[in-house]
């Protein structure tokens, strides 16, 4: 028995001596659970978002990391699934993961910050935090507010006011097409859509507003035939990934023309639909930043990103993002996620693509001026294209930051 006892003591030892090498690499290192559609339908949208922090890694590591430590980002398939999210957001956290970032679908946003603040008040002093890129669900800042969650992407209330307040000096606008996809971030686009347009502009006609299953359609011809029935001159879309590309070449293949006001139609496969449709500078976008804005910073970082990834940036507001982590944590002195976020809170910083943001304390929602974009013919001063198309997004119009400013409801629970 004694023998036995020794072997499962031995046997106890060795099993553990894993665990203690995870824990020691994860004080070596920042690591960042990257949780996002790895395949599946949101595949396209997820493989480019890794290859951009895995970039924005690197180059805080060639500075010499955070706090002199090397970062690291640990990539998580989700498939675009809350509950796949949470399974591998507990996988992260065991593996010494102390910050997750995470951008597609509002709906697994919901479920990860619901997640990490039960999970921190169960936790003290093993606290995690939540770094949303691009999950734009107004909810995620309002009622549901958490100190552990902070958002870099303006909510999609924000780009609808900037959206409509375009559209309303648009006089050709007289007919109006919704479709979305049917979660909380596509709800919430339609119905501010039809709110704000009936306030600014009073004229336009709403004649159809469309939900679909989120990125389960693979032709939506009988969708486009719908917008092609309604005698619409303008679509509104917050459609992303797939259901925003083959929304696209639906729209091409049936010929279909008219003005599309979207919120992603520069992500993958989107400008080569565009091109296809030959709606030169007809589909607009608005983002926090894009190719060709003419600030030098920005360029010549979209250059050296372009040589060594292969895409456009996508995600502005990614670097955004890494460079305040990074910011954060020298002002904190430290790596704990409690400090983090409280050097977060009302931080000001200079944002990629020129201006100043700041970090509301109130809610963690990030300000920052955004802009409308067109897509298409290029001159002398736009001399980036997308997709090899040939065409690029150009300026429309530029929102300043104090102009993005809406209230919040959060009551934010604090430590």
């Known amino acids: 028995m004694h023998k036995r006892h020794l072997i499962k003591l031995a046997i106890g030892a060795s099993l553990s001596l894993p665990l203690f090498g995870t824990a020691a690499m994860a004080q070596e290192t ?33 500075k010499g990391g955070i706090l002199g430590k090397k970062v690291e980002i640990v990539g998580l398939d989700n498939k675009t699934n809350p509950q796949e999210s949470l399974i ?96 909380s971030f596509g709800q919430s686009v339609r119905t501010q859509a039809r709110a704000m347009l009936k306030a600014k502009r009073a ?44 929304l696209l070449k639906a729209a091409a293949d049936a010929g279909l023309k008219v003005s599309w006001f979207t919120y992603y139609a520069g992500g993958a496969g989107g400008p080569t639909a565009i091109k296809q449709t030959g709606l030169n500078h007809q589909v607009f976008q608005i983002t926090e930043g894009f190719a060709n804005l003419d600030h030098k910073t920005s360029m010549d970082f979209e250059k050296a990103f372009r040589a060594k990834v292969n895409l456009g940036l996508w995600y502005p507001r990614a670097v955004n993002e890494m460079r305040m982590f990074a910011a954060a944590a020298e002002k904190a002195k430290s790596l704990e996620p409690v400090k983090v976020a409280q050097a977060l809170e009302d931080m000001k ?67």
């Open 30 to 62: 920042v690591k960042i659970g990257y949780i996002d559609p790895l395949s599946g339908g949101g595949a396209s949208v997820g493989e480019g978002g890794l290859k951009t922090f895995q970039y924005l890694a690197e180059e805080l590591n060639a």
């Open 88 to 183: 591998q957001a507990q996988k992260a956290i065991d593996s010494g993961v102390r910050y997750i970032t995470q951008g597609n679908g509002s709906s697994v946003a919901g479920a990860l910050t619901d997640f990490v603040t039960k999970y921190n008040d169960r936790n003290p002093g093993k606290e995690v935090l939540y770094f949303n890129y691009a999950a734009v669900d107004p909810v995620l800042t309002n009622d549901k507010c958490s100190f552990a969650h902070f958002r870099w992407d303006a909510n999609s209330d924000i780009k609808m006011e900037a959206l409509t307040n375009y559209m309303k000096g648009v006089p050709a606008i007289k007919k109006v097409y919704l479709i979305n996809q049917d979660y």
């Open 203 to 246: 004229d336009v006609e709403i004649v159809g507003d469309e939900l679909h299953p989120l990125l389960k359609i693979t032709d939506f011809a009988p969708y486009v035939a719908k917008i092609k029935a309604s005698g619409a001159d303008s679509v509104i879309t917050g459609n992303w990934g797939q259901d925003i590309a083959l």
């Open 349 to 415: 910083f200079e944002v990629f693509s020129g201006g100043e943001g700041f970090m509301r304390k109130d809610d963690h929602q990030f300000f920052q001026p955004i802009y409308i974009s067109s897509f298409g013919d290029r001159t002398a001063k736009e001399p980036f294209d997308e997709e090899n198309t040939g065409w690029g997004w150009k300026l429309a119009a530029k929102v300043e930051t104090k102009d993005t400013i809406l209230p919040t409801t959060c009551k934010m629970d604090r430590p």
